[in-house]
């Protein structure tokens, strides 16, 4: 079984993994997913680490005392219950409040070995899983009411909520180590995962009564934009209909393009939800041979705003060095849109870039100095404005420390053109006393 990248693999494998019962193959897919994935890590050793059944020898794994309740899509969340929120990947989280369309949600883990100190943990006897849960009220965040999909178990009512979360009817996680206890990752993630649901998913009702996006136009604006940007070098031109390539036709895949930019050719066409399987790689590997490129650009689902780029080796299983492990096929390029990752393509493959006249007008001095101190602020504000999103204080309060030193950077940056030293410079930088600077 194929996996997207960043798709955690069921419970299941990872408990056959533990058993011993997978092939050499997916067992060494994995790995390199546990290698990457702490939460997946953590699964794994309780798995591991489980008694065997009835407290007798053997290799069974114990069958947990586990309830799956029935989920409610059609009711409306009220405080105290717990819901599924999120698409694909979904999350598990406790309902604190709602209104105006929001809900206040703490996220729910199973995982009461990854609870800190911050983290509540219910135990099984109250828990509707007969499980024991990991709560992190810490981590609460508001969320549109269209990101909740369905209700799972009420697990306190709304009037116990305050007791539940001053800790009343629940015990608290062990303090956190220090600054590499791998829990603080576990919190990061959590916080990460309820962050990327803050926008609701796209209402199906409301996109049914938008026109929808069709393949002449998919295809006239991605080679409109490719003339205009990529110049007479790239030759673009319409792929309409497979001929004989068969495979990719009983894929219903449709082509899109082609385009040749000094002797690199690329073919884009759009498939249902990438590839995934050995079929969509032997598919996409005749498509390579019959025309003869050097590359494809696969939209990666259904006329979707992003790309993958396999060339003929990424589209054949291979060898990761050092550890030798087997891994199967896997772009060159993806989440990139369409063009940005045709572009990155060429400019890597074609050196047509290299080969063009300079376009622009008379040479004007540039001052240097400047150039890096405007790069400077720029990134310093970035920065600053991504440690917002960040629920760990002390983490927050790193990124935030960053304000009001862009100029400085820039200064340090700069000594490369007077015979200085950057690295020098950037060290004094890290240990100058910036409020000090405010006296």
Same mark, same amino acid.
């Given at each position: 079984?194929? !996996?997207?990248?960043?798709?955690?693999?069921?419970?299941?494998?990872?408990?056959?993994?533990?058993?011993?019962?997978?092939?050499?193959?997916?067992?060494? =897919?994995?790995?390199?997913?546990?290698?990457?994935?702490?939460?997946?890590?953590?699964? =794994?050793?309780?798995?591991?680490?489980?008694?065997? !059944?009835?407290?007798?020898?053997?290799?069974?794994?114990?069958?947990?005392?586990?309830?799956?309740?029935?989920?409610?899509?059609?009711?409306?969340?009220?405080?105290?219950?717990? /819901?599924?929120?999120?698409?694909?990947?979904?999350?598990?989280?406790? $309902?604190?409040?709602?209104?105006?369309?929001?809900?206040?949600?703490?996220? $729910?883990?199973?995982?009461?070995?990854?609870?800190?100190? !911050?983290?509540?943990?219910?135990?099984?006897?109250?828990?509707?899983?007969?499980?024991?849960?990991?709560?992190?009220?810490?981590?609460?965040?508001?969320?549109?009411?269209?990101?909740? $999909?369905?209700?799972?178990?009420?697990?306190?009512?709304?009037?116990?909520?305050?007791?539940?979360?001053?800790? $009343?009817?629940?015990?608290?996680?062990?303090?956190?180590?220090?600054?590499?206890?791998?829990?603080?990752?576990?919190?990061?993630?959590?916080?990460?995962?309820?962050?990327?649901?803050?926008?609701?998913?796209?209402?199906?009702?409301?996109?049914?009564?938008?026109?929808?996006?069709?393949?002449?136009?998919?295809?006239?604006?991605?080679?409109?934009?490719?003339?205009?940007?990529?110049?007479?070098?790239?030759?673009?031109?319409?792929?309409?209909? /497979?001929?004989?390539?068969?495979?990719?036709?009983?894929?219903? /895949?449709?082509?899109?393009?082609?385009?040749?930019?000094?002797?690199?050719?690329?073919?884009?066409?759009?498939?249902?939800?990438?590839?995934?399987?050995?079929?969509?790689?032997?598919?996409?590997?005749?498509?390579?041979?019959?025309?003869?490129?050097?590359?494809?650009?696969?939209?990666?689902?259904?006329?979707?705003?992003?790309?993958?780029?396999?060339?003929?080796?990424?589209?054949?299983?291979?060898?990761?060095?050092?550890?030798?492990?087997?891994?199967?096929?896997?772009?060159?390029?993806?989440?990139?849109?369409?063009?940005?990752?045709?572009?990155?393509?060429?400019?890597?493959?074609?050196?047509?870039?290299?080969?063009?006249?300079?376009?622009?007008?008379?040479?004007?001095?540039?001052?240097?100095?400047?150039?890096?101190?405007?790069?400077?602020?720029?990134?310093?504000?970035?920065?600053?404005?991504?440690?917002?999103?960040?629920?760990?204080?002390?983490?927050?309060?790193?990124?935030?420390?960053?304000?009001?030193?862009?100029?400085?950077?820039?200064?340090?940056?700069?000594?490369?053109?007077?015979?200085?030293?950057?690295?020098?410079?950037?060290?004094?930088?890290?240990?100058?006393?910036?409020?000090?600077?405010?006296?």
């Amino acid at each position: 079984m194929s !996996e997207h990248a960043g798709r955690h693999p069921l419970d299941v494998d990872l408990a056959d993994m533990v058993g011993g019962l997978l092939d050499d193959d997916r067992a060494a =897919q994995l790995e390199a997913h546990l290698a990457g994935c702490l939460v997946c890590r953590i699964k =794994q050793l309780r798995l591991a680490g489980a008694p065997p !059944e009835d407290g007798r020898t053997g290799d069974a794994l114990p069958a947990p005392a586990f309830v799956v309740p029935r989920v409610d899509p059609s009711a409306e969340p009220a405080a105290g219950e717990l /819901w599924l929120a999120g698409g694909d990947e979904r999350v598990l989280v406790l $309902v604190v409040r709602t209104g105006d369309g929001r809900a206040l949600v703490a996220p $729910v883990t199973l995982d009461t070995e990854a609870a800190d100190d !911050e983290a509540l943990v219910v135990d099984a006897g109250t828990s509707p899983f007969r499980t024991a849960l990991a709560l992190h009220p810490a981590l609460a965040t508001e969320l549109p009411r269209a990101a909740l $999909v369905g209700r799972v178990a009420t697990l306190v009512t709304p009037a116990e909520v305050p007791d539940l979360l001053a800790g $009343v009817t629940a015990t608290r996680g062990a303090a956190i180590a220090g600054a590499t206890d791998p829990r603080l990752q576990v919190r990061q993630y959590l916080a990460d995962r309820l962050g990327s649901l803050e926008t609701p998913p796209p209402d199906p009702a409301a996109a049914a009564e938008g026109p929808p996006v069709r393949v002449e136009q998919v295809r006239s604006e991605l080679i409109a934009d490719l003339r205009a940007l990529r110049g007479a070098a790239c030759a673009v031109r319409p792929l309409d209909a /497979w001929d004989d390539l068969v495979l990719a036709a009983g894929n219903g /895949w449709l082509p899109l393009a082609t385009l040749d930019e000094v002797g690199v050719v690329l073919v884009v066409l759009d498939t249902p939800h990438g590839l995934v399987d050995e079929r969509d790689f032997d598919a996409a590997r005749s498509v390579l041979t019959r025309l003869n490129a050097s590359a494809l650009v696969v939209l990666a689902r259904q006329l979707s705003d992003t790309a993958e780029v396999f060339d003929s080796s990424s589209l054949n299983a291979g060898i990761d060095m050092p550890s030798g492990a087997h891994t199967p096929p896997r772009p060159l390029i993806a989440g990139l849109a369409p063009f940005d990752a045709i572009a990155k393509f060429l400019d890597q493959h074609s050196g047509a870039r290299a080969m063009s006249p300079s376009t622009r007008g008379p040479i004007v001095r540039v001052d240097v100095a400047d150039v890096l101190r405007e790069a400077a602020a720029h990134a310093v504000a970035d920065a600053v404005r991504q440690g917002a999103r960040f629920k760990i204080l002390p983490k927050r309060r790193g990124y935030e420390s960053l304000a009001g030193v862009s100029a400085l950077i820039g200064d340090a940056l700069g000594t490369a053109f007077t015979d200085g030293s950057v690295v020098e410079a950037l060290d004094a930088l890290a240990r100058h006393d910036v409020s000090k600077d405010d006296e």
